[in-house]
T-cell receptor
Framework: NAGVTQTPKFQVLKTGQSMTLQCAQD?????MYWYRQDPGMGLRLIYY???????DKGEVPNGYNVSRLNKREFSLRLESAAPSQTSVYFC???????????FGDGTRLSIL | GNSVTQMEGPVTLSEEAFLTINCTYT??????LFWYVQYPGEGLQLLLK?????DKGSNKGFEATYRKETTSFHLEKGSVQVSDSAVYFC????????????FGRGTSLIVHP
């Protein structure tokens, strides 16, 4: 019953460092998403992948890149981290685009 | 574009009180509507959903009815428990070409014994 697994759970970076957040789902879902959650802002979509082989920008894509490595895995990369990217990042998946999403437990990222 | 507006919190109630969290939406066509719940330190979990007008979603004592005429999807529960303390998110997914999910900002519920 793993569902959506995100790694790492916590990370502290220095400004300018790069890192990749990993996400994997074991439910054979077609669609995957990356969100960030900030106090008072709710969830904001960074990138999504409607199906394997496709990726599209969401509401706040600047400073991020994604890779849909295969049907199971969808990674989010910060090339040059900035303090404004301090946030909690959630990965989600859904069977198809129109169906509800299953979320991971989040990665808490602090950038100093 | 699509948007979801939900009441600001926190909502503070005593145990066994009646709960309403308002949610209204703007969307073209007939979106699917959802309520998610987030407990501290966890990701969001689907609480209930409705896919067409007049549908009622229900789960764990919570209910919400898809009202097309008022573009609303208010969450209700007749008697809340301390364990219901969490953040609740209203969300929609459009249809017919735009399935990008849209979330409200969340409403924090605090239930006191």
């Amino acid at each position: 019953n793993a569902g959506v697994t995100q790694t790492p759970k916590f990370q502290v970076l220095k400004t300018g460092q790069s890192m990749t957040l990993q996400c994997a789902q074991d439910m054979n879902h077609n669609s995957m998403y990356w969100y960030r959650q900030d106090p008072g802002m709710g969830l904001r979509l960074i990138y999504y992948s409607a199906s394997e082989g496709t990726t599209d920008k969401g509401e706040v894509p600047n400073g991020y890149n994604v890779s849909r490595l295969n049907k199971r895995e969808f990674s989010l990369r910060l090339e040059s981290a900035a303090p404004s990217q301090t946030s909690v990042y959630f990965c989600a998946s859904s069977p198809t685009e129109s169906q509800p999403q299953h979320f991971g437990d989040g990665t808490r990222l602090s950038i100093l | 574009g699509n948007s979801v507006t939900q009441m600001e919190g926190p909502v503070t109630l005593s145990e066994e009180a009646f709960l309403t969290i308002n949610c209204t939406y703007t969307a073209t066509g007939y979106p699917s509507l959802f309520w998610y719940v987030q407990y501290p330190g966890e990701g969001l979990q689907l609480l209930l959903k409705a896919t067409k007008a007049d549908d009622k979603g229900s789960n764990k004592g919570f209910e919400a009815t898809y009202r097309k005429e008022t573009t609303s999807f208010h969450l209700e529960k007749g008697s809340v428990q301390v364990s219901d303390s969490a953040v609740y998110f209203c969300a929609l997914k459009g249809r017919g070409g735009s399935y990008i999910p849209t979330f409200g900002r969340g409403t924090s519920l605090i239930v006191h014994p």
